[in-house]
């Protein structure tokens, strides 16, 4: 009786075994896989784009003079008044000449009274040379008349120089203009006392204009060399000229200069007006839509579907537009970007293209 007890318990232990392991594969079979995340991509195509852009300028002209006497004097008389146009060799204001020319008058006086000892030296020497042939005058004597004129002469050539000098002093009382121009400021009024180098007007010179933009930091390293302004109803073509090398201290921004083409109708612009520069690029690029951008971190990227995986890479913002970027980054051959759900995505994860 013991015996077939045993083998009932040692049966039933049997059957619940084989039981329980059928409803375990059972259960395991019916768990299901979890999806593919499925994603729409598009494929990298590279265009190119034209763009405009404008920066903010100021027109001024590239050489300004300041005109100053060469000599201290009383202003006697301004002939010109701010604003006025002016043309080279005008004159534009004098000094009172009065005291130059007392230096002239005195100068040709010298000169005369040093050119008749001249001639009376000459005229004794020739005597004496005479009277020393015959032994009627000394060799000393001689001498001391050939080293007279000498001197006399060397006195002469030094008058000569003065009254050069007071000439010239006479004639820089008059102010004359170097260049054709515009007076853009006068500084001195009739009857004030100016000395030497002091500036007594402000010319803008004909010539070459130019326009000074500020360059915010994020425009430097793509400035174009051409582009063109609008003034009057006309588009002028500008040329880059110089970049200032340090930016300025309170806005940041560096000073480009940008020069005109010289014409009359340049010369011919107002200065000191505010006017915009456009700036024109062609642009290579990709473009996707902007639902394929994704940053996070310190930088901006795409999602790109490699080998049935998400990789993140980095990208450069060229342009947006409403619906659209163009980027530029190192993209694999044939890659193909994730449109849609970039915020979903993680580095290789596995995912499923959308047909």
């Known amino acids: 009786m013991q015996k077939i007890k045993y083998l009932n318990w040692a049966g039933s232990l049997f059957i619940g075994l084989v039981v329980s392991g059928i409803a375990g594969c059972q259960q395991q079979q019916e768990t299901p896989e979890t999806p593919l995340l499925k994603v729409k991509t598009v494929s990298i195509q590279q265009t190119q784009q034209q763009t405009q852009w404008y920066l903010s300028g100021t027109l001024q002209a590239k050489t300004t003079v300041d005109l100053a006497f060469r000599v201290a004097g009383e202003i006697a008389q301004v002939n010109v008044d701010l604003g006025d146009r002016v043309e080279a060799d005008q004159l534009l204001v004098h000094l009172d000449p009065a005291d130059y020319q007392l230096s002239v008058t005195s100068a040709e006086a010298n000169i005369r009274a040093t050119a008749a000892e001249i001639n009376q030296t000459r005229s004794d020497l020739k005597r004496i040379t005479a009277l020393q042939q015959r032994k009627l005058a000394s060799e000393q004597a001689k001498q001391q008349l050939e080293n007279q004129l000498k001197a006399l002469e060397a006195q002469q050539k030094a008058n000569q120089q003065q009254l050069l000098q007071a000439q010239n002093q006479l004639n820089y009382t008059q102010l004359k203009v170097p260049v054709s121009g515009i007076i853009r400021a006068k500084l001195v009024e009739a009857n004030q006392v100016v000395s030497a180098g002091q500036p007594v007007l402000q010319l803008i010179a004909d010539g070459k204009r130019e326009v000074a933009v500020d360059v915010p930091e994020n425009r430097l390293a793509s400035l174009p060399k051409q582009g063109q302004i609008r003034l009057q109803e006309h588009d002028y073509p ?118």
């Open 238 to 355: 500008v040329e880059l000229r110089t970049l200032e090398p340090q930016a300025d201290a309170a806005s940041r921004t560096w000073t480009a200069f940008y020069r005109l083409a010289e014409s009359q109708a340049v010369n011919a612009l107002p200065l000191g007006q505010t006017v915009r520069v456009q700036f024109s690029q062609i642009q290579s690029g990709i473009r996707l839509p902007l639902s394929a951008l994704y940053e996070q971190g310190d930088y901006r990227s795409v999602w790109l579907l490699q080998d049935g995986k998400a990789k993140r890479v980095p990208v450069q913002i060229l342009r947006i537009n409403r619906d659209s970027a163009w980027v530029a980054g190192e993209f694999p051959e044939n890659s193909k970007v994730i449109a849609l759900g970039v915020h979903l995505l993680s580095e290789g994860q596995a995912l499923e293209e959308m047909p």
